[in-house]
């Protein structure tokens, strides 16, 4: 088997010299050798009856040209989230509180890729309920660096970018709440998509701050991601906050030359001064000045509030966690904490609630404060106050620039353990995510180099709501012009 | 720089704070206030370590104090569109066809329901 982008595996289909069967025996083999994590579970059983069918489809079709342009991701094998739910198949967000929770219906996106072809073979890990930034705070152990087994592969979404970068999947769906797809896209190496808040259905989606998740795709290249993303986007009955803007077929735009000569390109001081590691700050210049080598103009541009993101950022999602993690009592479905008759009903719903994480419970106390009597005022309206400058801050940055430029984190993957024990150091690996994350605008890491010990660096594109095609499309040039 | 030069460069800021809870609480008593409003079980350890970085984080995240957002409308969520209403139409809920698929995953079920344990 060639590589397992999307291209490079239908061009072996087109060729009739691998079935969609074999691809997925190969790969469920290779997640049985592998020692990252990544996976959760795995669905052995489901993945091989649908790739079965596909090969039905496949012996049976005597143009397989139709059959891709019928099912554009006909036999691309997959691996999802473990927030994001497929009906019959285990999702535990993380969690222990969810550990035997097997979901009665698919996440709207789930249906659309597996109606578009795609195969599943199974859950990824991630931060409990998608809270980290390393993916240490998985209830079941940590993901392993691809490439570096002492370092984090980054989070929330840690086992989505390990997967794709160790070649277990084609591609992975991720959740990106203030970085969650960006930050282990660039630890380790792969391209990662935060679409515009209200672009892609978050039915299904297990919810941890639902004015700021988005779910994305990661893959191994731009174009993967392009056509995963016009396969996912779009208005959903299902989801209210979903918007009903046109989906572009977004591959379509890296198919011709892009004229980058007309680019501007903004620079914002504030995410690009000072608090970097020399080896991300060089690649991210380095960056600028092959678009500038283009004819693409770098124009320094300010966003006067974004350092205020990361607090608004943290009252505003862990007020939100606070609120739908409530749901979690023991009744319904997930784990309920034996317990000895009589304490009454708090003592019943506390005693189950045991079972969520430090980090969660720390978002949860964190997140009832700031809502309380008393404190609303002074914090979750404060920093709802400060999200609406941000986003004007990003609203006139765009009157200005096509496109904003910065690096993904401050520094590439870090050790395990280096952070966990003080949060607020941890919740600060998300000093260049959250912004946009806040003002609900698209933004992508795509890789842009390696540091001297080979870890990868992610460059950040970030582009005006609903834009999508114009940041893949730039992305990728980026992407194609630097091999 | 590394990420201690990050949190260094925003020091500066935590002159200015003061802790966010005025009352002389305790560490320990914010956090068993809080964890009785959200219904959650600590043990020791965990109210002194949780008590101990809440104060940090809510320390940090005072600097919202130095921005001016007199007369800002809060932004409560990124698409303010109309929210459309659908039809109030009845149609199959998953309830109605998948009975026992949903139960599966309950922590214990008595005929077509959930159980619970006694609580008074």
């Given at each position: 088997?060639?590589?397992?982008?999307?291209?490079d595996?239908h061009?072996s289909?087109?060729t009739?010299?691998i079935?969609p069967?074999?691809?997925?025996r190969?790969?469920?083999?290779?997640?049985?050798?592998s020692?990252t994590?990544s996976?959760?579970?795995v669905?052995?059983?489901?993945a091989?009856?649908?790739?079965r069918?596909?090969d039905?489809?496949?012996?049976?079709?005597?143009q397989?040209?139709?059959l891709l342009e019928?099912?554009?991701l006909?036999g691309?094998p997959?691996?999802v989230k473990?927030?994001?739910?497929v009906?019959?198949?285990?999702t535990?967000?993380?969690?222990?509180?969810?550990e035997n929770y097997?979901?009665?219906?698919?996440?709207?996106?789930?249906?659309?890729?597996?109606?578009?072809?795609?195969?599943?073979?199974?859950?990824?890990?991630?931060?409990?309920?998608a809270m980290g930034?390393?993916?240490e705070?998985?209830?079941?152990?940590?993901?392993?660096?691809?490439t570096?087994?002492?370092r984090?592969?980054?989070?929330?979404?840690?086992g989505?970018?390990?997967?794709?970068?160790?070649?277990?999947c084609?591609?992975a769906?991720?959740?990106d709440?203030?970085?969650?797809i960006?930050?282990?896209?660039?630890?380790c190496?792969?391209?990662?998509?935060?679409?515009?808040?209200?672009?892609?259905s978050r039915y299904g989606?297990?919810?941890?701050?639902?004015?700021?998740?988005?779910?994305g795709?990661?893959?191994?290249?731009?174009?993967?991601?392009?056509?995963?993303?016009?396969?996912?986007?779009g208005?959903?009955?299902?989801?209210?906050t979903?918007?009903?803007?046109?989906?572009?077929?977004y591959s379509?735009f890296?198919?011709?030359?892009?004229?980058?000569?007309s680019?501007?390109i903004?620079?914002?001081?504030?995410?690009?001064?000072?608090?970097?590691d020399?080896e991300?700050?060089?690649s991210?210049q380095?960056?600028?000045r092959?678009?500038?080598s283009?004819?693409?103009?770098?124009i320094?541009i300010s966003?006067p509030?974004s350092?205020y993101?990361?607090?608004?950022?943290?009252?505003?999602?862990?007020?939100?966690a606070?609120s739908?993690?409530?749901?979690?009592?023991?009744?319904?479905?997930?784990?309920?904490k034996?317990?000895?008759?009589?304490?009454?009903?708090?003592?019943?719903?506390?005693?189950?609630?045991s079972?969520?994480?430090?980090?969660?419970?720390?978002r949860?106390?964190?997140?009832?404060?700031?809502?309380?009597?008393g404190?609303?005022?002074?914090?979750?309206?404060?920093?709802?106050?400060?999200r609406?400058?941000?986003?004007?801050?990003?609203d006139q940055a765009?009157n200005?620039v096509?496109?904003?430029l910065?690096?993904?984190?401050?520094?590439?993957a870090?050790?395990?353990?280096?952070?966990?024990?003080?949060?607020l150091?941890?919740?600060?690996?998300?000093?260049?995510t959250?912004?946009?994350?806040?003002?609900?605008v698209?933004?992508l890491?795509v890789?842009s180099?390696?540091?001297?010990?080979?870890?990868?660096?992610?460059?950040?594109?970030?582009?005006p709501?609903?834009q999508?095609e114009?940041?893949?499309?730039i992305?990728?040039c980026?992407?194609?012009?630097r091999? | 720089?590394?990420?201690?030069?990050l949190?260094?460069?925003?020091?500066?800021?935590k002159d200015s704070?003061?802790?966010s809870d005025?009352?002389?609480?305790t560490?320990s008593?914010?956090?068993?206030k809080?964890?009785?409003?959200?219904r959650?079980e600590?043990?020791?350890?965990?109210?002194?370590?949780l008590?101990e970085?809440?104060?940090?984080?809510?320390?940090?995240?005072?600097q919202?104090?130095?921005?001016?957002?007199?007369?800002?409308e809060?932004?409560?969520?990124p698409?303010?569109?109309e929210?459309?209403?659908?039809?109030?139409?009845?149609s199959?809920?998953?309830?109605?066809?998948?009975?026992e698929e949903?139960?599966?995953?309950?922590?214990?079920?008595?005929h077509?329901?959930y159980?619970?344990?006694?609580?008074l």
């Amino acid at each position: 088997m060639k590589a397992l982008n999307i291209s490079d595996l239908h061009q072996s289909y087109l060729t009739r010299t691998i079935s969609p069967s074999e691809v997925v025996r190969e790969l469920l083999s290779r997640i049985d050798q592998s020692k990252t994590n990544s996976f959760l579970t795995v669905c052995r059983e489901r993945a091989l009856a649908q790739a079965r069918d596909l090969d039905v489809l496949f012996e049976n079709s005597k143009q397989i040209e139709e059959l891709l342009e019928k099912k554009p991701l006909f036999g691309i094998p997959i691996g999802v989230k473990d927030a994001i739910t497929v009906r019959g198949v285990r999702t535990t967000a993380g969690s222990r509180i969810l550990e035997n929770y097997v979901p009665p219906f698919s996440a709207t996106v789930v249906n659309q890729l597996e109606q578009a072809g795609c195969v599943i073979l199974g859950k990824l890990n991630m931060d409990e309920f998608a809270m980290g930034s390393s993916n240490e705070n998985s209830a079941f152990g940590a993901v392993l660096h691809p490439t570096h087994p002492d370092r984090v592969a980054g989070g929330s979404s840690g086992g989505s970018a390990c997967a794709v970068r160790e070649g277990l999947c084609s591609f992975a769906l991720g959740s990106d709440t203030g970085g969650s797809i960006r930050l282990p896209a660039s630890f380790c190496g792969v391209t990662g998509v935060k679409p515009t808040y209200g672009r892609v259905s978050r039915y299904g989606l297990i919810a941890f701050a639902s004015s700021l998740d988005q779910i994305g795709p990661l893959s191994l290249n731009v174009e993967d991601s392009a056509r995963v993303l016009e396969v996912i986007s779009g208005k959903d009955p299902m989801d209210a906050t979903s918007a009903p803007v046109l989906v572009r077929k977004y591959s379509d735009f890296m198919k011709n030359q892009t004229d980058l000569s007309s680019l501007k390109i903004g620079v914002p001081k504030e995410l690009n001064e000072g608090t970097f590691d020399p080896e991300v700050e060089n690649s991210i210049q380095e960056a600028l000045r092959w678009f500038e080598s283009r004819g693409a103009k770098g124009i320094e541009i300010s966003l006067p509030h974004s350092k205020y993101a990361i607090s608004a950022y943290y009252i505003i999602a862990l007020a939100e966690a606070s609120s739908n993690l409530s749901r979690y009592d023991g009744v319904e479905y997930g784990q309920r904490k034996k317990q000895k008759t009589g304490g009454g009903l708090e003592k019943f719903y506390s005693s189950t609630r045991s079972l969520f994480g430090e980090e969660v419970k720390r978002r949860i106390l964190l997140g009832t404060f700031c809502l309380s009597s008393g404190y609303y005022d002074a914090y979750y309206k404060k920093a709802c106050q400060v999200r609406r400058l941000i986003r004007r801050d990003f609203d006139q940055a765009f009157n200005q620039v096509d496109l904003i430029l910065s690096a993904v984190s401050p520094s590439p993957a870090f050790r395990l353990g280096e952070r966990t024990s003080d949060p607020l150091k941890m919740y600060l690996s998300d000093v260049l995510t959250v912004p946009s994350s806040l003002a609900g605008v698209p933004a992508l890491s795509v890789p842009s180099g390696e540091n001297r010990e080979g870890l990868p660096i992610g460059l950040q594109l970030i582009g005006p709501s609903f834009q999508e095609e114009r940041l893949l499309q730039i992305a990728h040039c980026f992407e194609k012009g630097r091999v | 720089m590394t990420f201690s030069g990050l949190t260094e460069s925003f020091a500066f800021l935590k002159d200015s704070i003061k802790f966010s809870d005025p009352m002389t609480q305790t560490n320990s008593e914010w956090v068993e206030k809080m964890a009785s409003l959200s219904r959650l079980e600590l043990t020791s350890g965990e109210v002194e370590r949780l008590g101990e970085q809440a104060q940090r984080i809510l320390q940090y995240v005072d600097q919202l104090g130095e921005v001016n957002t007199d007369g800002v409308e809060p932004l409560i969520h990124p698409n303010e569109v109309e929210i459309s209403f659908r039809k109030d139409e009845a149609s199959p809920s998953l309830s109605s066809e998948q009975k026992e698929e949903i139960l599966a995953s309950a922590p214990e079920v008595f005929h077509e329901g959930y159980r619970v344990p006694p609580v008074l």
